[in-house]
């Protein structure tokens, strides 16, 4: 891909499904699932064939190694299931991903083998099954009891994994999946499904208006599906045409700038709905090309939820800021989609609303600090290795998963505004390192303050200053750094005069 591209994606509700297009949906996400369960399992005994092309390489096997061999193995499945043909490579591109990240594993445990082969199991494991019948066990109040048996249920539900839709062509060249308009700029996803002539694929009725985003006729305008005669046997029998639901923000930013690739049709067992993760390469708005002159640090806080400072190539200070999310969060108004809950008298659960709450603030946190690398370009983010954890005044507002979704969303809007990705820098000791002479100082509770050069600070803010600066030594000379004296003695570099 070009380095003025980024592949983003972006999750499309679909609207209300019908329940004979919900029956189809499910019918169609099992026959996939047991596709690739039965793909990995007859994928075993080419297991020397792939021993021998990685030693005939002489590097790991990649995914596109991989691939050829199971699209093979894909081809039968597909049509004894009766879904269309082109699931044969969405298949082999889903399998191939999971054989390479098994093998990868395997490489760094000096073995290779087919204990724990990777498969996609039609019921949940058995340890999560008897965690649930404990829990039922260990009830007391009705109230727990009833808790516990649905999460039992729960539990023993088939778990539907998500259906790989790899067409980058879409309808244009009789693939098997694309996005379409009407006149009145209704957006639906079509989804070839099943094979033509499967006797699970309906009649239908297709309307004249669906013209297909992917495909622009000679004025620039979406192709009418009607005309576009490769795809007119699979549109009559094995498709379906499903409304979507999103705002007018994912209009402007993805429909209107960017060009569809793949996507990943999902189900959400809790909320019983249907979407699509539809990926869209986009254009990357003013890349930067020049080498970094400035380091934004980003501390996962213990009395605030993020601290960032930013420093230049010296490591002088050039400012610093605490951002409580969390304030942020209970200031904003509820998320959409539980609105339309309220609207459609559906019950909105506590995790329902915490969740709506803490995703909404993420994405404040993420713009906030993407628009201070504006401000600084060109520059580079350096956050705290792995934003797992939390703990101090804002541990239950704050979890690890929300870290580890943060840094996904910082990467992804940095990439879209032209930024490198995150580096990531070990926190050890920086909110103990004294920012202004480096000797270790002591903190106590959101104070820190250092006895050698008498300097006082904000503890989270301290960290974040320690985290820019490490940005400034490259990955090459880190393996160098205990021999250097390690963090402290790179500190103390920077003490002022």
Known sequence: MPANEVIQTVKLKLHAPSRRKRA????????????KRQLLFAARHLLP?????????????????????LVKL???????????????????????????SYFALLRGRGAWGETNWPVIPHRVPVPELEEALMALAATIEEAEERQATAMLTREMRQRLRGAYFCSRLALQYGKHYTIAVTPEERYYAILILWAPGSRKARPRTWSEDLADISVLDDKGRPTPVAQMQKVTRSLRSGALALPLEFGD???????????????????????????LHVAFKLAVENPQTDAPEYYLGVDRGSRVDLAVAVVDSSGRVLERELIDAGSMRYKQRARGDLSDKQRRGQAISHHDFRTGRVEEALHIACNHLVALA???RPSLVVVEYGLSGIGGAAKGRRVSRHYQKMLKILTYKLARHGFPEPLERSAAFTSQICSACGE?????????????????????ANAAVNIARRGLLPNAELKNLQRSGGWEAFHKQFAQG
């Open 374 to 376: 504006e401000k600084y």
């Open 49 to 69: 064939e792939f021993q021998r092309k990685e030693a005939q390489k002489g590097r790991p096997l990649s995914k596109l190694d991989l691939r050829g061999d």
């Open 249 to 275: 923000w994912q209009l402007e930013e993805y429909f209107a700038k960017g060009e569809i690739a793949t996507a990943q049709l999902s189900y959400d067992e809790r909320a019983e709905d249907f979407y």
């Open 440 to 460: 270790i100082g002591e903190r106590d509770g959101a104070e820190f303050v250092c006895e050698a050069c008498g300097y006082s600070d904000h503890a989270d």
């Open 74 to 100: 894909a081809r039968g499945l597909v049509k004894r299931f009766e879904l269309h043909s082109d699931h044969a490579l969405s298949l082999g591109d889903d399998a191939a991903e999971s054989l390479a």
């Open 24 to 35: 189809e949906l499910l019918t169609f996400l099992r026959c996939y699932q047991e596709c």
